[in-house]
């Protein structure tokens, strides 16, 4: 398991919303996640099995951008 951090355009609650059920259904591949929205960069945090890519694709898939720190 490992912790990837991503600069991200997820913005609010509202963001976190929309890419919540994509994050959540892909149990497989991501343990847990977090968007500090008070960070300019609003950061993902994710503990992951999988490498970037694979969570560069789910945000993408959610309609967000995702850029591995």
């Not at 976190?16 to 892909?26: D, L, Q, R």
């Not at 149990?27 to 960070?39: M, R």
């Not at 503990?47 to 898939?61: D, F, H, K, P």
Request: charged share 25%; aromatic share 6%.
């Amino acid at each position: 398991m490992e912790t990837l951090q991503f600069k991200t355009n997820i913005n609010c609650g509202g963001c976190i919303a929309k890419v919540a059920p994509y994050m959540n259904e892909s149990k497989n591949i991501i343990k847990s996640w977090k968007v500090d929205t008070t960070n300019p960069q609003r950061i993902l945090t994710v503990e992951t099995e999988a490498g970037a890519e694979a969570v560069e694709a789910i945000v993408a898939q959610a309609g967000f951008k995702a850029e591995e720190l």
